[in-house]
């Protein structure tokens, strides 16, 4: 399938990267760090930290506050308003709940309090449903009312899924990309600047012998790194993969080369290491914001959802995590799939316009 | 023989100072080398003497007129032309943490041969470095290893761009002897320089190029009989050259 010179070149490239023993540190650190960081603290985000005053200290509010305690969302701080009003203004707090002395007043409405501080609007959409139906359950409880409906609700995705079963595809599609163009776009670039390409086509050696050597190195060092990284959290973390693993692993390996030929595009444009530069961080970095590695999509304004959608990195850990964490198979994401595939298309057309080989080394 | 066969090259580029405009950095040359020959292009900076190599080459597009290196249309068949020839470019650069025998082995591999890498190193004198990475030699050790790597596919022409560019004498006096040796073994060499000296002692025939033509063509001595014969010759002695090499030794420093 692939001949001899093809095949040497690949270990060369595969043999650098593994002298390289700093690259090899540094590209593994940052991944473990924060997954190790998420894992020590049992793989879930920390509970929400909200204030409460409890201005009226009778039963009522007591049954108030047992019932928030209880909800494991939420880390209940109780005290003094001002004190706790300056936690939230430090940022301590998500919010403080004020109970007035009239609590237990039952024949006028009881307004509870509830300061916040605005920029945390997303969270405050969150909690205040739970507010309203700890309040209500216990409105029921003292005027005997039976409720007339019922909420049931039942999680369909009734694994134990933790952060870190969310964040771990996530880190892999971001681990996967940088590795991928720092293999393409950088190396080409290191290479022609250095005549190093041209001494490699002195030789009757075809570009397509250097790209495919890239490509299969590139897939190896990637394969390497990640599932070094996936025992980690496997072994070490207890993170969850639900669905195969080997699907998975074609992901990946379509994504590599996905990377590769959006890196040999980079590589293509940029005419110097410092332009490869720039270029690279303007790829990367609004990916890393807007592809829900470590959050999910649906929290970011939703005039941008579509366009982050369509990035290829969303792509990516959309479909790492719909078979890691909800366990669907290839088929189910053929929307990612195709997604991929124009990427890979729009790779190829540029960098295969744009970089002259002929003339590799100017 | 005729070994290289050259008709009417020519290599257009943009102008760089006014991009509308296009100028012919090789214009209209024709070369016809003889098998065995040590053939020399001189010429100042920007006359096309690497342009015309490389095109020869095969790393150029050739604009216009053929080529033909052992009876190989390099514009047809580029790739059969790389593999009986062996290039030595100005820039020598390499893939990092690898060795010298490595290095070998990589561009052996390239044309999918087997051939000895410390057999090769011998040839340059440097089999001592076979563990040594190519960034730890010295200018002139790293010259004889880009001449080594050119010799990975036993080439039948090689082709050297400024090849003693930066050298002390000591090593500069090294390579001309090396490319003595390789000729006497039948090797066509092709070979630019600035280097008169170098031009005169090592090769049969010499191209003086100047803005993209070939405006002298010939032996150096008929060179020097036709445009410089009325020059009275030195008194038999040597240059600053022969003093310096006489006083630190011919031995190779590096």
């Known amino acids: 399938m692939f001949n001899n010179p093809q095949i040497y070149l690949t270990k060369v490239f595969i043999q650098i990267f593994l002298r390289n023993k700093q690259y090899i540190i540094f590209s593994l650190i940052l991944p473990i760090v924060i997954l190790g960081i998420v894992g020590l603290n049992g793989g879930e985000r920390d509970p929400i930290d909200i204030g409460l005053v409890d201005n009226s200290e009778s039963n009522l509010s007591e049954k108030f506050i047992t019932s928030l305690e209880s909800n494991n969302l939420f880390n209940v701080v109780e005290g003094d308003e001002d004190l706790l009003r300056n936690d939230l203004i430090n940022g301590d707090l998500m919010m403080v709940l004020i109970i007035p002395s009239d609590m237990d007043n039952q024949s006028e409405i009881t307004n509870i309090k509830l300061l916040v501080d605005k920029s945390q609007i997303q969270f405050i959409q969150t909690i205040e449903p739970i507010l309203n139906q700890s309040l209500l359950s216990i409105e029921r409880e003292i005027t005997g009312n039976t409720p007339m409906f019922g909420l049931f609700i039942e999680d369909v995705k009734s694994r134990s899924q933790s952060y870190i079963d969310f964040l771990l595809p996530g880190i892999m599609a971001f681990m996967l990309m940088n590795l991928s163009i720092a293999g393409s776009g950088f190396n080409v670039v290191e290479f022609r600047r250095r005549g190093i390409l041209k001494r490699l086509f002195v030789t009757p050696i075809k570009p397509l012998d250097f790209v495919i050597a890239i490509v299969l190195a590139r897939m190896v060092i990637v394969l390497g790194q990640l599932s070094f990284i996936f025992g980690f959290a496997l072994l070490a973390l207890d993170a969850n993969i639900v669905g195969s693993i080997i699907s998975l692993y074609a992901v990946i390996m379509l994504s590599v080369i996905m990377f590769l030929t959006l890196g040999f595009s980079i590589g293509s444009l940029a005419k110097t290491q410092e332009s490869v530069g720039v270029l690279a961080t303007i790829f990367i970095y609004p990916q890393l914001v807007l592809s829900g590695v470590f959050f999910p999509l649906e929290t970011l304004p939703e005039y941008i959802q579509p366009f982050a959608q369509m990035l290829p990195l969303s792509i990516v850990a959309d479909a790492m995590r719909s078979i890691a964490s909800d366990g669907l198979g290839l088929i189910d994401i053929y929307l990612n799939f195709i997604g991929i595939g124009i990427w890979i298309a729009i790779g190829a057309l540029i960098s295969t316009k744009l970089f002259v080989w002929k003339e590799v080394a100017g | ?254």
């Open chain 2, 1 to 254: 023989m005729t070994i290289i066969n050259a008709s009417n090259l020519v290599k257009t580029y943009k102008d760089p100072d006014a991009p509308s405009k296009l100028f012919n950095a090789v214009d209209d040359i024709s070369l016809a080398i003889e098998s065995g020959e040590i053939y020399g292009i001189l010429g100042p900076n920007g006359a096309g003497k690497t342009t015309t190599l490389e095109m020869l080459e095969g790393l150029k597009d050739i604009d216009q007129g053929s080529a033909f290196i052992n009876s190989i249309n390099v514009q047809d068949e580029p790739y059969k032309v790389k593999q009986i020839i062996g290039v030595q470019l100005q820039a020598n650069e390499y893939f990092d943490n690898m060795s010298l025998a490595e290095l070998l082995n990589l561009f052996s591999a390239l044309y999918d041969i087997n051939n000895d890498p410390i057999d090769l190193l011998k040839k340059v004198n440097l089999e001592d470095k076979a563990k040594a990475n190519a960034n730890e030699l010295s200018g002139g050790q790293k010259q004889r290893f880009s001449i080594a790597c050119a010799l990975v596919n036993n080439p039948l022409v090689l082709f050297l761009d400024e090849p003693t560019t930066g050298l002390d004498p000591q090593a500069k006096r090294s390579l001309w002897d090396l490319v003595l040796d390789l000729n006497k073994t039948g090797m066509t060499i092709v070979l630019t320089t600035h280097n008169m000296e170098e031009a005169e002692t090592l090769c049969q025939r010499i191209a003086i190029m100047d803005y993209g033509k070939i405006i002298a063509e010939d032996t150096p001595e008929n060179l020097i009989l036709k445009h410089a014969p009325d020059k009275p010759k030195e008194v038999v002695r040597g240059n600053m050259e022969d003093v310096f090499i006489a006083l630190t030794g011919h031995g190779l420093r590096d």
